[in-house]
């Protein structure tokens, strides 16, 4: 349903976190980001729609909303050498917010 710090050992070991209750600034979610693994959270009622044992392909590739795929999907992961970016005559920022919710 919703994890608690009890669950940090087990989650340190998933390959992704999928909860039924929660948001962006859930347990869940947070201990994800840390990690580097997917999560969706707040699904309502995956655990119940999802099998022990079941192998699905979660991604959270698609913006704000995760997809749950049943079985393991083909992918390929690219690395960028970001050493060999030019340098540019302004300072990189970033706006981490959700531009949908302001409108």
């Not at 710090?5 to 600034?25: H, V, Y």
Request: a negative charge.
């Amino acid at each position: 349903d919703m994890t608690d710090p009890d669950w940090e050992p087990i989650m340190k070991k998933a390959s992704a976190i999928i909860t039924n209750r929660g948001g962006r600034t859930c347990h869940a979610a947070i201990i994800a980001r840390e990690l580097g693994i997917p999560a969706i959270v707040g699904c309502g009622d995956a655990t119940d729609k999802l099998a022990v044992g079941q192998q699905v392909t979660v991604s959270c590739n698609e913006g704000d909303t995760g997809f749950i795929y049943d079985g393991m999907m083909k992918f390929e992961r690219t690395e960028q050498d970001l050493g060999e970016l030019p340098k540019v005559g302004m300072k990189i920022m970033m706006n981490v917010g959700n531009p949908e919710s302001a409108f």
